[in-house]
């Protein structure tokens, strides 16, 4: 698993230096006016390959704050489902039974 994020973080970094030289480049040609309808696509390249290059370099959690979200939210639900579950299949004389921590969550249920 390290040696994957190191050659990521490596990748990440040849990218970066490589899209500052085309940013470089293309500022060059948008300063020459006949040159600029290439530079105008070109700094569009390398604010792409720019990107890619951060992405590669951050951790997924930071470059995909969403899916990430996504994730943990589904399982904590699932987890909360299951618990859920549970709980309501518990009768009353069940109920009795249980630690007082068990009590407690039989409590808290039945408030909401």
Excluded: E
């Excluded at 990748?11 to 030289?21: F, I, N, R």
């Excluded at 480049?25 to 948008?30: E, G, K």
């Excluded at 390959?49 to 590669?56: H, M, N």
Aim: some cysteine; glycine content about 6%.
């Amino acid at each position: 698993m390290n040696h994957v994020r190191l050659l990521r973080g490596l990748a990440g970094v040849l990218l970066w230096v490589v899209s500052l030289l085309l940013i470089l480049i293309a500022a060059i040609l948008c300063v020459t006016l006949i040159l600029l309808p290439l530079g105008i696509p070109l700094m569009g390249y390398a604010r792409r390959t720019f990107t890619l290059s951060l992405k590669l370099m951050l951790p997924r959690a930071v470059s995909h704050p969403v899916d990430t979200a996504d994730k943990a939210m589904a399982k904590r639900s699932r987890r909360a489902r299951k618990r859920a579950k549970k709980q309501a299949a518990l009768t009353a004389k069940d109920a009795g039974r249980l630690s007082r921590r068990g009590r407690k969550q039989m409590k808290r249920l039945a408030k909401a």
